[in-house]
């Protein structure tokens, strides 16, 4: 699958609008999914900038990469 961009600049992107109701990005930039389900496995990164004049003037402050992975389990009973 191709990339699909979350969040811009601290905002929802308007198609991850669907799981606005999961996604929120903190005051330190993590970004938070609640209710994970096996549709947000993937690889999920972070790059944050300081912004110059121009977008060619950013500099790259900080970059993580996270794979997420889900587990499901059943239980017999």
């Known amino acids: ?5 979350l969040i811009t600049l601290g905002q929802i992107v308007e198609h991850a609008k669907t799981k606005s109701d999961r996604l929120s990005v903190t005051a330190n930039c993590s ?10 496995v993937g690889l999920y990164y972070c790059q944050q900038y300081k912004l110059g004049e121009t977008r060619a003037e950013s500099t790259l402050v900080y970059q993580s990469f996270i794979d997420l992975s889900v587990i499901t389990c059943e239980y017999l009973h």
């Open 1 to 5: 699958p191709a990339d699909l961009e």
């Open 31 to 40: 970004l938070l999914i609640k209710n994970v389900t096996v549709e947000d």
